[in-house]
Structures are given as structure tokens and as C-alpha cells.
Nanobody, 123 residues
Framework: QVQLVESGGGLVQAGGSLRLSCAAS????????MAWFRQATGKEREFVAA????????RYADSAKGRFTISRDNAKNTVYLQINSLKAEDTAVYYC????????????????WGQGTQVTVSS
């Protein structure tokens, strides 16, 4: 069993930045792809970014390229999502998740999820 706990969300003005964290416990995650998804009110959950177990490979949704950076610190069993130049359309609950399928982008392949952290961007 893996427990994931996200933190770092909040209310921020458009143009600002946030760094989300996802701390894992229960087992080490260094061999697993980790990802961030987000879900805005009334919309389906969507893929944001993924990072391979070693951190050497990353993948981003088109909407995240250029402003989002996913990283990980396996020594701390933690994954991060840096979001810059925040826009109102980034408002959503952000979830981290773990999968045994290398660099998967579909949520159905992710077996463990955190509870989410709310990001609200005011314009």
C-alpha cells in the first residue's frame, strides 16, 4: 500500500507561482512513474505531467508545457509540481498518483491517488 499526501495548494493571483508537493509513505516510489492530474469543477480529471522513477524522463500535457515542471526527490519519497505564470484556467484540484506502467498518461493506469490539493487562481 502506498499513501500519497499532496500539499502546497492555495489561493494565488494570476501570474503567480506555486510548488505542489506529494509525499509518499508505505513504500518507496523510486521505481515507479509518478504523475500529477487535475480536475476542475464540472470537468473530467486530466493528465498534467508524469515523471519516470529515476526522474530522467518527464512528460507533459500540451496545456502544461512551458509553465509546469515536475520533479522528484527519491531520497525524500516526494514528487513536486512547480507551476509558474498561473492562469485562471489552472484552477482545479491537483492530484498526484503512482503507477507501475512506465510513463502512463491515462488515469485508469494509476492505482494509488492522493486526496488532492486545491489551487485557485484569481484574475
Amino acid at each position: 500500500q502506498v499513501q500519497l499526501v499532496e500539499s502546497g495548494g492555495g489561493l494565488v493571483q494570476a501570474g503567480g507561482s506555486l510548488r505542489l508537493s506529494c509525499a509518499a509513505s508505505g513504500r518507496t516510489i523510486d521505481g515507479y512513474t509518478m504523475a500529477w492530474f487535475r480536475q476542475a469543477t464540472g470537468k473530467e480529471r486530466e493528465f498534467v505531467a508524469a515523471i519516470a522513477g529515476t526522474g530522467a524522463i518527464t512528460r507533459y500535457a500540451d496545456s502544461a508545457k512551458g509553465r509546469f515542471t515536475i520533479s522528484r526527490d527519491n531520497a525524500k519519497n516526494t514528487v513536486y509540481l512547480q507551476i509558474n505564470s498561473l492562469k485562471a484556467e489552472d484552477t482545479a484540484v491537483y492530484y498526484c498518483a503512482v503507477t507501475g506502467l512506465h510513463m502512463a498518461v491515462m488515469s485508469k493506469f494509476y492505482g494509488y491517488w492522493g486526496q488532492g490539493t486545491q489551487v485557485t487562481v484569481s484574475s
